[in-house]
């Protein structure tokens, strides 16, 4: 199997597809659904919240941190993590877009 070119395809098309690889995991979900939930920023233990090993948490996080999704600041040795709004309404727009696109119905 052959290696993706990123380049034959548009800087937005490459985009929309990284966002939709990070939504691909249950976990990631999971905690995206956890943040709006909570509609601020929160430090508590998504160990418990989720059920996973901190390191698989952390992992998580740090994929949904490269692509904007969500934002985190440290406070002491803790990390608060939050919903990024601008760039949580550019991922929407963007699928809105791809979406409102189909008018019609098919075969």
Known sequence: MGITKA???????NEMAAVAKAFSHPARVAI????????ACINSD?????GLAQATI???LRELKE???IQGTI??????????P????????????LFDQFKGSCC
Request: charged share 20%.
């Open 7 to 13: 380049d034959l395809f548009s800087e937005v098309q």
């Open 32 to 39: 995206i659904e956890h943040l709006i939930k909570a509609n």
């Open 46 to 50: 998504l160990v418990q919240e989720l």
């Open 58 to 60: 952390s992992q998580h």
């Open 67 to 69: 692509i904007g999704i």
């Open 75 to 84: 406070e002491g040795s803790r990390m608060n993590y939050c919903i990024n």
């Open 86 to 97: 601008g760039r949580w309404k550019q991922v929407q727009a963007q699928f809105n877009t």
